[in-house]
């Protein structure tokens, strides 16, 4: 006779646990994960899994269904309407916890139902008691008519916009959107802190059922709001190829989970060499910023947006920076309006979040002329002060050649003291306003006794000289409006000392305050 003790019969309460749970998987649903992968999608779960750590999982109303018994039989519920078209819960990145939220696409076209917007709401509610960062991939149709058996009228109270929204500032919230993404699933990608998106991405405050109920036409999906126009006007932070959202969703996310151990820095004697002497010599900045900060951390949001303006996050010795660059490739790096809208919006990003800003300088000062007036520009240009002004994390500035005007102002918080260290490099040069034009408006009735055109442009060139001798980075540390002229190598480590002396307790604490939507 066998000692052996067969398995135990499983328990017909358990049988019943897994069969359900089972209907749940994506499994259960094979041509309708087959179709979304023909078209190169994944499903929420698919999603969720490649974001967390493998195991690290725990989910919240995985068993609900639409509210929709009133009108379908339970077998179509448990098949159609799997978790409500939202799986989420609370998970670990990098042995991070955090919080992750998917509307799924194969349930009803990832549309918000009344129980879906419950579990939501729980979710939220959690990330607000434990100040989880939290991703949400957002895609979806909208809020869904047809819950029955919930009693409704006007659907309007739902708590879960307000409550997502309230985060701002206080927990990081990143959004991925990868399809359609529409109406009050837009709305949930708007409000988050940095937008993912990638080439199938449609994004717009209504569907094309809404365009066409309002009398405005017939609009494809993808037309709506195309990743290319979303990336022009600023609303989506990255722009990644689709098999790269959840990669770029992790790398964003790692920038808000605390400093790094293991960091490489760049060979720093390049920078010597970086800027062009010339005043009216372009470059591109970005290999800069690259080499101040540690190897392979930094990503650039909204690229597409005033570009004249770069925008990213790095790390300088391990701790998240963020970065604010005039680009003289475009607009010669002047301040436009769009630009004082990134940068401020940008800066509040890294007050909220506890992220030093390093601001690098070399601008001719706000753009003038009256079609840039026409751009609402005095009113947008001046956020960026507010932004600077008001900031409670450290800022460094750095004068890599102009400063000059209420531009350069702008970027060092309002003045050359208004950052814990402005520093100069050594063909910088600051003043009111572009030196040349000063000599112009200055000189002008000097200029205009000069008859001869070649000798009153000699003239202005022998004046330019005098006037950048004058305003150049020696002789204004030498009446003490910057702190020191350094030289372009030494630049990371003074700079990643000053944050250091700044943050005592080894990591810095974010006001918490709203950061706006633009």
């Known amino acids: 006779m066998s000692d052996a003790n067969p398995d135990p019969p499983v328990r017909a309460d358990l049988l019943r646990l897994l069969a359900r749970r089972a209907l749940t998987e994506d499994a259960a649903r094979p041509e309708a994960v087959a179709r979304l992968h023909a078209r190169g999608g994944r499903t929420a779960r698919e999603d969720v899994a490649a974001l967390v750590d493998e195991g690290s999982f725990v989910e919240y109303g995985r068993f609900v269904t639409a509210a929709q018994e009133r009108r379908r039989d339970l077998d179509d519920l448990l098949d159609r309407t799997v978790a409500d078209g939202i799986v989420g819960g609370l ?45 949400f991939f957002a ?9 029955t058996d919930v009693p409704l009228v006007s659907a309007l109270d739902v708590p879960t916009f307000a409550a997502w929204a309230r985060l701002s500032g206080r927990v990081p919230r990143i959004a991925v959107v990868t399809d359609n993404c529409f109406a009050g699933n837009a709305v949930v990608a708007g409000c988050a802190d940095l937008l993912v998106a990638t080439e199938r991405a449609s994004l717009g405050m209504g569907g094309p059922a809404m365009i066409a109920g309002g009398g405005l036409g017939d609009v494809a999906a993808a037309d709506v709001g195309p990743l290319d126009v979303m990336v022009a006007n600023g609303v989506v932070d990255l722009a990644v190829p689709h098999d790269e959202a959840v990669p770029a969703a992790r ?12 960091w490489t820095a760049p060979d720093q004697a390049w920078l010597r060499d970086a800027v062009p002497e010339g005043e009216r010599t372009s470059y591109d900045v970005l290999p800069v ?3 101040l900060c540690d190897e392979d951390s930094v990503t650039v949001l909204r690229e597409g947006f005033a570009p004249e303006l ?25 301040i436009t309006a769009d630009a004082g809208d990134k940068a401020a919006r940008f800066l509040q990003l890294c007050d909220a979040h506890g992220f030093p800003v390093v601001s690098l300088v070399d601008t001719p000062g706000m753009m003038v002329g009256p079609e840039a007036e026409r751009t609402g520009l005095v009113r947008h240009t001046a956020r960026l002060l507010i932004a600077g002004a008001q900031l409670s994390v450290p800022l460094v500035g750095v004068v890599l050649r102009r400063g000059y005007g209420l531009g350069a102002q702008a970027m060092l ?9 402005t520093l100069a490099w050594p063909g910088a040069h600051l003043g009111a306003m572009g030196l040349e034009g000063a000599v112009r408006l200055s000189m002008r009735r000097e200029l205009e006794t000069i008859e001869d055109v070649d000798a ?20 204004v540390a030498r009446h003490f409006e910057v702190d020191d002229v350094v030289d372009p190598a030494e630049t990371r480590r003074l700079v990643a000392a000053v944050v250091a002396a700044a943050a005592r307790d080894g990591r810095l604490r974010g006001s918490g305050r709203t950061v706006d939507t633009w």
Not at 251 to 262: E, I, K, Q, S
Not at 310 to 334: C, F, Q
């Open 91 to 135: 998970a670990t990145v990098d042995g991070h916890a955090c919080a992750v939220l998917s509307y799924d696409y194969l349930v009803m076209a990832g549309t918000q139902g009344m129980r879906g917007h419950r579990k939501t709401d729980r979710l939220l509610d959690l990330v607000e008691r434990t100040e989880l960062p939290t991703v």
């Open 139 to 147: 895609a979806g149709g909208g809020g869904r008519p047809g819950d």
């Open 251 to 262: 790398r964003l996310l790692r920038y808000f989970l605390g400093p790094v151990a293991d």
């Open 289 to 291: 910023v690259e080499t």
């Open 310 to 334: 770069l925008t990213a996050l790095g790390r300088l010795e391990g701790r998240t920076v963020g970065v604010v660059a005039n680009d003289t490739r475009h607009s010669a790096g002047a």
């Open 413 to 421: 918080g309002g003045s050359t003291h208004q950052p814990l260290a």
């Open 456 to 475: 009153r442009e000699a003239r202005v060139r022998e004046l330019t000289a005098l006037a950048q001798e004058h305003a150049g980075a020696l002789n």
